[in-house]
């Protein structure tokens, strides 16, 4: 498996792509994401790309951090 895998634990690509849009929506960083789903961070940088791509997440252009 690509895309920053780095263990496997029975979840199925489907079910890691929901936990990671869960997690996401939770307001988590890509390193806790990439640990609670066992991905590297760049792997959840790939897949979020690609979940964007296929409109299942909004594209964001980022954060205002000046609050």
């Known amino acids: 498996m690509g895309e920053g895998?780095?263990?496997?634990?029975g979840l199925g690509m489907k079910e890691r792509d929901e936990q990671i849009i869960l997690l996401l929506g939770g307001g988590l960083r890509h390193k806790i994401i990439a640990s609670?789903?066992?991905m590297t961070p760049s792997g959840i940088?790939?897949?979020l790309q690609k979940l964007r791509e296929q409109?299942?997440?909004?594209?964001t252009r980022?954060?205002?951090?000046?609050g």
């Not at 409109?55 to 594209?59: D, M």
């Open 5 to 9: 895998y780095h263990r496997l634990d």
């Open 36 to 38: 609670r789903v066992g």
């Open 62 to 66: 980022g954060r205002n951090r000046d």
């Open 55 to 59: 409109g299942k997440i909004p594209v």
């Open 45 to 47: 940088a790939t897949r």
